[in-house]
């Protein structure tokens, strides 16, 4: 974005402030869940939340793809570089997130395996013709906005016909989560506090539109508003839900508009179309076994398809019992809340995926917002 300042102006989000002050209704609670992580670090950074109204809560959601990534899958990829012919291409967040057992990505490197880390799929295709005797994987992992590089990467794969390289793919989508959270009253009550709306993802959106969740609104009588990561945006967005819930409307809004629209980026979506498929259904941590939320190679690509090139089988796995990622990624529960966060657990030494990754709840909360929010808990 060229232009920062102006959606960073205290006048004015002051004024949007009012405008929320004045329009809510003293006789009801709006509780509105921010589904990325971008928007829960844009609401702990520029203290969002002493602007609103007592009774407007923000309930944090599943945040980001390393926060979800449930245990199991950590294990699979640590099992497939237990194989000496391996090299793992991984992105920098993932190397700390936690498997079972205090696994982890970054562990298996120091203890030998073969681990790299890369910015981009481009740097997987450069090493796997640099080291053709190998079996580079690429750990394919992100909502809707990273799945298109990956299709673009089997795309040059198959030209240059780099037949060492493959893909563990986790790749998700966010309205198969949203409708689970909906759907699934022992994670829509998220600990008996009902969900009013949401504050819809905004890259993700640039890639798949506003349409995909026009269903979940109808069906579940929820506005959602897609909003950019400003501050300016969330407080808009939440102004534009305020409006829709006095109004008994439950609609999709765009306040992204400089960058989403209805259709999203139709180049993206046919090339993922092409490569991609739907699994049946795929493991979230917080939020269990989703239908239709994971991505899986189509047939005609099995050859770059890791977990049928390595026969990867399903794992289940269960959390650290100590740790309350899973709760905070539904909402049920503010990292505070957890009696490992601050202690041991800080971003020097993660022991949840809500803390490794940049864009976690308990990173944002650490980062902006504990001594805020230790000082309401003392008060309250």
Request: charged residues 25%; hydrophobic residues 40%; neutral net charge.
């Amino acid at each position: 974005m060229k232009y920062a300042d102006e959606f960073r102006d205290k006048a004015i989000a002051q004024g949007i402030a009012r405008a929320i002050g004045a329009e809510v209704s003293s006789q009801r609670a709006y509780r509105f869940m921010e589904f990325c992580g971008g928007h829960t670090h844009a609401i702990s950074r520029y203290g969002l939340e002493d602007l609103l109204p007592a009774n407007v809560r923000m309930i944090h959601g599943p945040g980001c793809p390393v926060c979800v990534l449930p245990a199991s899958r950590i294990d699979m990829a640590i099992r497939l570089v237990d194989r000496p012919e391996v090299t793992l291409c991984v992105y920098g967040d993932l190397m700390r997130a936690p498997g079972s057992q205090g696994q982890s990505l970054l562990r298996a490197k120091a203890l030998g395996a073969d681990i790299r880390m890369v910015y981009s799929t481009l740097d997987a295709i450069r090493l796997a013709e640099q080291a053709p005797s190998r079996e580079v994987v690429f750990f394919a992992i992100g909502f809707e906005t990273t799945t298109p590089p990956t299709a673009v990467m089997i795309r040059i794969a198959e030209k240059k016909r780099l037949k060492g390289l493959s893909v563990f793919c986790n790749h998700v989508l966010t309205p198969s989560a949203m409708h689970s959270i909906l759907e699934n009253p022992k994670i829509r009550d998220t600990g008996g506090v009902p969900i009013d709306g949401f504050i819809g993802p905004a890259h993700v959106s640039t890639i798949i539109g506003t349409q995909p969740y026009e269903p979940l609104a109808e069906q579940f009588g929820k506005p959602i508003v897609i909003a950019g990561f400003e501050p300016l945006d969330v407080m808009q967005a939440i102004l534009m839900l305020v409006r829709q819930v006095n109004e008994d409307r439950y609609q999709v809004e765009n306040q992204y508009s400089r960058a989403v629209t209805r259709e999203g980026n139709r180049r993206a979506k046919d090339e993922v179309s092409q490569i991609f498929e739907l699994r049946e259904q795929f493991e979230w941590r917080g939020l269990g076994l989703v239908p239709n939320s994971g991505m899986k190679l189509k047939p005609a690509y099995a050859q770059f398809d890791a977990e049928a090139r390595f026969a990867i089988h399903d794992l289940r796995v269960a959390d650290n019992p100590a740790c309350e990622c899973c709760a905070i990624l539904r909402g049920a529960k503010r990292p505070v809340e957890c009696k490992l966060f601050g202690t041991v657990c800080t971003p020097e030494t993660p022991i949840g995926s809500c803390m490794v990754s940049s864009e976690g709840a308990c990173a944002a909360y650490w980062t902006y917002g504990r001594v805020r929010d230790e000082q309401l808990r003392r008060t309250s």
